[in-house]
């Protein structure tokens, strides 16, 4: 059983801040020991996408910044660029949105390296003897780091179910080929139903999507599953199966974060932030209404324990009407499924469990 630590978000003095509660969720879960003197310490986390606005504090951040710091480490800002296209896709618009966003050195005391290169060309191949991989790709100063602190805002997902540690390590530390690997699936079009806007061949970052006499046409050898079609089509004319590609994807996902922290042993903590819980990811250029109460901060060195305790703590809150939530409002139903209906959340922290990635297995302490 894995020790996760909790700290609520009540505070009447300043000893009680949020900045102070990170700064002793770091000493309590025992980040002192993963980050060490002369460290390059990663500090991993998503900057989002320019539109959205519920991206971790960068005032936040600067607390775990500090903490390293004091350890003796090196600290600096990391992630990787995108496999669609957006304001992150290469290292230069990467930077400049992270600076848009608060992540600069006079603020976070850090300054911001692109983990897999100025195009997503730098990255090892890391052996993980899994179900659908034997090896994965993982951005080369992840690799170079000698530890790391994962920093995830925990939220909703589209076909992870949710993300938070695990899929930020995942996603977040593999170059957009480790990123279309793990996004395999291939959508279907219902042609019948398109009116041929041509919305999907405007988003699509490979141009698999063309228009041809008023439809669109789906090119599958230029498709990378990214699934910015899905979310643009205004019919619903395109769509994954559901049905059969879901706990597909979650295991490519768990055995990429396996890869991730493969070569650092005790050298890696989490820090999970249930607050702003939207339904998407922070990839997306927008932020939705939250849809359920803000929570508290969690720290552990274990991601599986960390967001199963996540998840169990959104869980366990009342949902938020009038909002994407659309079942599962009562305390103990699943929000994640109340969002996306066809998504197996919980099937992340199972097969993340099985192939060693950490305890599903968990000890919440107050902090």
């Known amino acids: ?92 618009r990467h930077t400049v949105t992270a600076i848009e966003h608060g992540f600069d050195y006079a603020v976070v005391g850090a300054p911001v390296i692109v983990a897999d290169g100025l195009a997503g060309g730098y990255w090892g191949e890391i052996p993980v003897e899994g179900k659908r991989f034997q090896s994965v790709k993982i951005a080369g100063n992840i690799l170079a780091a000698d530890s790391m602190i994962v920093l995830s805002h925990v939220k909703g997902h589209d076909t992870a179910g949710f993300g938070g540690a695990i899929k930020n390590l995942a996603m977040g530390c593999a170059p957009p080929r480790g990123k279309a690997e793990q996004h395999a699936a291939r959508p279907c079009l219902e042609s019948g139903n398109c009116i041929g806007c041509g919305m999907c061949t405007m988003v699509c970052p490979q141009a698999a999507m063309t228009v041809v006499d008023g439809r669109a046409k789906f090119n599958p050898e230029h498709c990378v599953g990214c699934g910015d079609c899905v979310r643009s089509c205004p019919e619903g004319a395109i769509d994954f199966d559901w049905t059969t590609e879901i706990r597909p994807f979650i295991e ?66 009342r949902g938020f009407a009038r909002t994407h939530l659309a079942a599962n409002f009562a305390p103990g139903e699943d929000k994640f499924k109340g969002v996306w209906d066809y998504t197996d959340g919980e099937y992340q922290i199972d097969y993340a469990a099985s192939i060693g990635l950490g305890e599903a297995d968990y000890r919440l302490i107050e902090v």
């Not at 971790?56 to 992630?79: N, S």
């Not at 998407?280 to 324990?305: E, F, K, N, Q």
């Open 252 to 317: 490519r996902l768990c055995e990429y974060a396996l890869g991730a922290v493969r070569g650092k042993p005790r050298r890696v903590g989490y820090i999970n932030f249930l607050l702003n819980i939207t339904p998407d990811c922070d990839c997306v250029p927008w932020s939705d209404a939250a849809i359920v109460p803000d929570i508290g901060i969690l720290a552990s060195t274990d991601p599986v324990a960390i967001d199963h305790a996540s998840f169990d703590l959104v869980n366990s809150e």
């Open 1 to 92: 059983m894995a020790d996760v630590y909790f700290a609520n978000l009540r505070a009447r003095s300043h000893h009680e801040s949020k900045v102070q509660k990170i700064r002793r969720l770091f000493d309590a879960a025992g980040f002192g020991e993963a980050v060490r003197q002369g460290d390059l310490t990663a500090v991993k986390l998503h900057v989002g996408e320019r539109g959205c606005d519920t991206y971790l504090h960068p005032v936040f951040v600067r607390q775990v910044v500090d903490k390293a710091k004091e350890r003796g480490a090196h600290p600096f800002i990391t992630d990787t660029g995108t496999l669609y296209a957006g304001s992150r896709a290469d290292a230069v």
